[in-house]
């Protein structure tokens, strides 16, 4: 909900540049990624995954990069909407594991 | 659309009562989570189910039950509400053909705000 978005690290962007919002993540064994948006008062919402095997995958003004020697991920938001304004978080999972471990997000404010 | 509800969306109650929050989900999924969310912590695991009377505790478990007689149908109880219990809880299933919960995308719920005072 709209307390979501407290004590985030905050990403601001001008309308029509492109973001970039990073993840650390943790786990070495992970092999799944994906990355949820929420927008105040709602559900996370799928945005696009990533699998192990790949470093980069695109989806339609997204695209998501792995670097798996330095565990990190990012998400590329190209020519950034208002309706883009949400908090972003990343989440990993591995084989085996039943489970997703989540980040806490990062929140983009898109400036008109 | 993901054909998940929760209800109720809103609710207040006072500490020490029981309080039960409903999933339902309308596409037979068979892996059921549910998480809370705070401020500062992301969202973290209470329960999850992988299949119906099959369920296992996540990683803030503590105070909180579950119980899933019906395929579609997940309900969380917290067993005798504490403030600390304040938050926002949302409910997810699994869609995906991998057979393992963790390697399929989770899709989410619409959230209930619970307040315990």
């Known amino acids: 909900g709209e307390s979501v978005g407290l004590h985030l690290p905050t990403l601001s962007v001008q309308e029509g540049d492109n973001s970039i919002i990073n993840c650390a993540y943790s786990?070495?064994?992970?092999?799944?990624f994906i990355w949820y948006k929420q927008e105040s008062g709602k559900g996370p919402q799928f945005i696009i995954d990533i699998r192990s095997n790949m470093d980069k995958r695109q989806g339609q003004r997204v695209t998501v990069l792995l670097n798996k020697t330095v565990k990190h991920l990012s998400l590329q938001i190209a020519a950034t909407q208002p309706g883009d304004s949400a908090v972003y978080f990343c989440?990993?999972?591995?084989?085996?594991?039943?489970?997703?471990?989540f980040g806490t997000g990062t929140k983009l404010q898109v400036i008109p | 659309d993901a054909g998940i509800t929760q209800s109720p969306r809103h609710k207040v109650t006072e500490t020490g009562t029981p309080v039960t929050l409903r999933c339902h989900q309308t596409?037979?999924?068979?892996?059921m989570y549910w998480y809370r969310q705070d401020p500062g912590h992301g969202l973290r695991l209470i329960h999850y189910s992988y299949g119906v009377k099959d369920t296992d505790k996540g990683e803030v478990s503590d105070g909180y039950s579950v119980s899933r007689s019906k395929t579609e149908d997940f309900l969380l109880t917290l067993e005798s509400a504490t403030s600390s219990q304040t938050s926002v809880y949302f409910c997810a299933i699994t869609k995906g053909t991998s057979g393992r919960g963790g390697l399929d995308t989770q899709y989410f719920g619409p959230g209930t705000r619970l307040t315990v005072l």
């Open positions: 786990n070495s064994a992970s092999d799944y």
């Open positions: 596409e037979n999924h068979r892996y």
């Open positions: 989440a990993e999972t591995w084989e085996g594991y039943q489970k997703v471990t």
